[in-house]
């Protein structure tokens, strides 16, 4: 410590009257950055901020975010200034996301870094070692099967429905994918004899992720994203050229689309043509499907009023505004779902419009200010001196395959006896381990769009939460990057307790420490429930500093109204703005010349996943779902009564 701090009492009485737990950062942080520090710490320990009225709690995320930019963002193995260019050159979405920071042209493109939020544990001590001697300890196998594996389905009543959590896979499919290492041996996990008999699969085998030593004392080891970390809609587009190529129509800017109102099928390789297929499952298909057709109509609008456009620029153009559309529905309708509770509605719409509210900035443009306007049409990007990467802690916190159901109710949407309450009548269930792959698509041909839409509608997502994690995927059939079926089967809880180990993603508490949170001293202090206690005991004896990532993202008291953990909260605070502000395309270059004046117009009008369901399946949204809810609630939900107080002046 300085002898500023000294002077100020940073070490003496006030501090021990504080107690605080300080995090490793408090060193670094300047002065003022140590007294915001100290403020949201004794907020933290006495009076929680979720409890405080909206305009308190407001501040107090808008002081943890500002800390969290200046603390939380780590550099991995690119350089911090690389080639420069003239971004009126290059007014579009590059195939495979290069050009868009001005200053860093690389930054964010495919096979680009993964950053961190927090410093990697274990630590890196000795860099030509791939050892990490913490990686069974205890053993995966161990973990999954004691503490995630599904006991009986926990759902999420009304909040969050399967649409909800098909949506954020498909988020997932446009931002991370790690690289694996195809040259090193496979791993093999066999599952200790304790648990042997309770585990679908007694053994089995998978690629490590693929290292690179980077030349970075504090992160000499990175790994590379195999998407474009961008939220440039790459789940629709691909990650690079040759994958753009294979969804063009090159006729009118257009995407292509099956005649039966599906994916189109490839007579080369029978696979699903769309931008990202690996992994995954009709849910995230019906998503692609609808924001293709979102494509193809931008491009009609704006052939409309530019006949002379080219392919090209039509294509362009529509691919800006489906992106800010996927942004925008993301920001301002399903995080508001996630998190349900006033002050995160104003919060996330803050993001978007500013604190000043959308009618002022539709009257009068942005202000100038991130705080009044938001990060949407600022006049610069915004990095923090850190090149743009989705990290692996963003990852870990991203694990959310519990929010998948044993099987989708098909619902019978010819029934029209059966409105009552718009809740269509239960036909069948469909195994979701059925919906996967080629097979799922295969199945949707028979389904139909139109009932699995209703069916997701009005089914809840599964919970995030201890003894939640689908058993179907504990022997899952993963898929290469070229979308081919692998021949070995994998146990996805314990493998993902396996990769957040290896990738050196701090485990819980130690990621709580970092993340400037309260550390945990015992299992009473994570949770009431006896029984998770209990098993968390016998995991991991009376030691809450070994506790996997995911197991206390799970076990974690809510907040109320919150899908998620709180430490899970932090991450998406600082990068779901870092998504937005370091993106020209959201800032800068958020205005009418670069996405014409009928594109902007299309993102400024549309608001909700329910404004784009409404343009291109109308009769369905009129039928099946009530109004004034959103369509990523149970679509038979009741809209929430009225409020009379202020909103800012509520108390959560
Ligand atoms: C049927 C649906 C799904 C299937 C078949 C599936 C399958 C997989 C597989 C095989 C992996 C790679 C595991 C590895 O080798 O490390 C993976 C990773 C992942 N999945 Fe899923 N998943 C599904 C749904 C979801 C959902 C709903 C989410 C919610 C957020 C999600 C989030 C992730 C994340 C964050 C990763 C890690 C990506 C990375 O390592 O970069 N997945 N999934």
Redesign the pocket.
């Known amino acids: 410590m300085g002898l500023l701090d000294h002077l100020l009492g940073f070490n003496t009485a006030f501090m021990e009257w504080l107690k605080p737990e300080l995090p490793p950062l408090f060193s670094k942080m300047t002065l003022i950055d140590k007294f915001l520090f100290l403020v949201i710490h004794t907020i933290d320990r006495h009076y929680p901020w979720h409890r405080l009225p909206v305009f308190l709690g407001l501040v107090y995320l808008e002081v943890r975010r500002g800390l969290h930019q200046r603390y939380s963002l780590i550099n991995v193995g690119q350089a911090p200034m690389s080639i420069r260019f003239n971004p009126s050159e290059i007014p579009y979405r590059t195939a495979n996301g290069e050009f868009n920071d001005p200053f860093n042209s690389d930054a964010g493109e495919q096979g680009s870094y993964f950053g961190r939020n927090l410093a990697p544990s274990p630590n890196y001590d000795n860099k030509k070692s791939k050892s990490n001697p913490s990686l069974n300890d205890p053993h995966p196998t161990l973990v999954a099967t004691k503490l995630l594996a599904r006991k009986k389905l926990v759902d999420n009543g009304t909040q969050f429905n399967m649409l909800a ?2 949506w ?2 498909f988020m ?1 499919h446009d931002w ?3 690289e ?1 290492d195809m040259d090193s041996p496979q791993v093999e996990l066999v599952a200790p004899s304790s648990v042997s008999s309770a585990c679908p699969l007694k053994s089995y085998k ?1 690629h490590p992720t693929k290292q690179y030593f980077v030349d970075n004392y504090e992160v000499p080891i990175g790994h590379k ?1 195999i998407r474009t970390p961008w939220w440039d809609g790459s789940v629709i587009y691909g990650n690079n050229s040759k994958t753009l190529a294979k969804v063009r129509t090159f006729k009118d800017g257009k995407l292509k689309i099956g005649d039966n109102g599906l994916l189109q099928i490839s007579l080369e390789d029978g696979l699903p043509i769309s931008g990202d297929i690996r ?3 009709v ?2 298909s019906l998503l692609q499907i609808l924001f293709i057709k979102e494509h193809n109509a931008i491009c009609d609008k704006i052939k409309s009023s530019h006949p002379h456009y080219s392919d090209e620029q039509l294509y362009r153009y529509a691919r800006l505004v489906v992106a800010a559309v996927i942004a925008k529905v993301h920001t301002i309708d399903w995080t508001v779902e996630l998190l349900k509770m006033d002050t995160l509605y104003v919060g996330m719409r803050a993001n978007w419009y500013g604190i000043l509210g959308k009618k002022f900035k539709d009257a009068f443009g942005h202000t100038g200010s991130q705080l009044l306007s938001g990060y949407i049409g600022m006049r610069k990007p915004e990095n923090h001196g850190v090149p743009y990467s989705l990290t692996e802690d963003f ?1 870990g916190v ?4 519990s ?2 159901p044993d099987s989708i109710t098909l619902r019978n949407i010819n029934d029209t006896t059966s409105k009552a309450n718009k809740i269509p009548q239960i036909e069948n269930e469909i195994p ?1 381990a059925n ?2 792959h080629v097979d799922g698509e295969k199945l949707l041909t028979k389904v139909g769009f139109d009932a699995l839409l209703v069916s997701m509608g009005h089914q809840s997502s599964g919970a995030l939460t201890l003894w939640n994690y689908p058993t179907w ?1 504990r022997e ?1 059939i ?2 290469d990057v070229d979308t081919k079926d692998r021949e070995n089967l ?1 146990d ?1 809880p314990s ?2 307790i396996y ?1 957040d180990r290896e990738r050196h993603v701090p485990r819980y508490n130690e990621f709580r420490r970092k993340l400037l949170m309260v550390p945990i001293k015992n299992w009473k202090d994570l949770t009431d429930d006896e029984d998770t206690i209990a098993t968390l005991h016998e995991v991991y004896g009376n030691n809450v500093e070994l506790m996997d990532l995911l197991v206390g993202l799970m076990a974690e008291k809510k907040i109320k109204g919150y899908a998620i953990s709180e430490t899970a909260f932090y991450i998406f605070l600082l990068m779901a703005s870092r998504r937005l502000e370091a993106d020209r395309f959201f800032t800068s270059e958020f205005n009418d010349e670069v996405y014409t004046k009928e594109g902007l117009d299309w993102v400024n009008n549309t608001e909700s996943l329910k404004d784009v369901l409404t343009r291109h399946y109308k009769h369905i949204i009129d039928q099946w779902i009530n109004p004034d809810i959103s369509a990523f609630s149970v679509w038979s939900a009741d809209a929430p009564g009225k409020n009379l107080i202020p909103i800012l002046f509520r108390i959560p």
């Open positions: 959590g098909a954020i896979q997932i991370v994918d790690h694996e998978f994203n992994n995954s499952w849910g995230v990852v991203y694990r959310m395959h929010l998948l979701t919906l996967i995927m899952l993963p898929q994998v996805l493998l993902e990769r």
